[in-house]
Every structure is written in C-alpha cells, then in structure tokens.
C-alpha cells in the first residue's frame, strides 16, 4: 500500500452567509491528528518552488488561505499533483510522502497545520536518502 492511498481532500465546513463566509477547523475531527504548530507561506515569487522534501513523523493539513498552488506528492514511484485554490478545502498529507509545491498564483497564502512541532531531525532533505528509507 502507498502512502499516496491515505491522501485525502478535506471538505471543510462552510457556513455561508451574506456577511462573509466562515469556515473553521477542530484538530482530531477535521485533522487526523491534534494540531501542533501553524505555519504559512506568502509573498511568493512568481515562478518559486517550496517544499522538496519528506517527513518521518509529521502529518500536515495543507489549505489554500488565498490564491492557489499546487502540490505534488510523491511516494518514490508516483507523482500525484493537486491543485489547491479553495479556503474550504484541506489536502491532508500523511508521513513519508515527498512533496513539492509550485505553481504560486500571485497573492498565494498556504497555510499548513501540522501534526508537531519543528523538527529539522524530522526531514528528508535528500532525495536519495528519503528514497533509502523507503527500502528500510
Ligand atoms: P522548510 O520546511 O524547508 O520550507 P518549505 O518546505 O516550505 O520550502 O523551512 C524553511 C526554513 O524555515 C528552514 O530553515 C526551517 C524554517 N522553519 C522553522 O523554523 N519552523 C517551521 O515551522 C518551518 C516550517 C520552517
């Protein structure tokens, strides 16, 4: 089994409403995990690229705050690339998965909830290394 199988789009609530539309996020309900760290991407060049790594343990909720991107995920074998543009929707990332995200529109902000706390020992930088571990 890939670790692409427990990727999932999150359909977030909505409450609509003629004032503005609201939508909220309960970490262990709307997340496979409790929240630990927030963190965002903004002011993106036109034309950048983050993310080109894997995580050991973390899990992560990615979500289009404004603007769109794209992310692709790839388990060693296969590439899977999904387009975020939508505050309403989650792109759940399990571990072990490495990703890239490209493709910025301008005023792109990504908002990731993620499932601990910064850890630089959690990361695969290395392509090579992450997929050596694989075959572990
Ligand atoms: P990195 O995770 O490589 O960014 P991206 O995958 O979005 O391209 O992190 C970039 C830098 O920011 C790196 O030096 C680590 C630091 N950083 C933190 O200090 N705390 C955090 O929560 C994150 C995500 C990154």
Not at 36 to 61: F, I
Not at 104 to 113: D, I, K, R
Request: overall charge negative.
């Amino acid at each position: 089994m890939s670790q692409l199988d427990q990727v999932k789009i999150v359909d977030l609530p909505k409450i609509t409403d003629p004032r503005g539309n609201l939508t909220f996020i309960e970490g262990g309900d709307h997340t496979p995990f409790d929240i630990q760290r927030v963190y965002y991407l903004y002011d993106v060049p036109g034309g950048a690229e983050r993310g080109g790594h894997a995580h050991k343990g973390l899990q992560q909720l990615i979500i289009a705050m404004s603007g769109s991107f794209d992310v692709v995920l790839n388990d060693g074998s296969t590439k899977q690339r999904f387009h975020l543009k939508r505050s309403y929707f989650g792109l759940y990332v399990p571990t072990m998965l490495w990703r890239e995200l490209d493709n910025f529109s301008s005023g792109a902000v990504c908002m990731v909830l993620a499932s601990n706390k910064y850890d630089e020992e959690d990361y695969y930088r290395n392509y090579n290394d992450y997929l050596q571990a694989l075959k572990n």
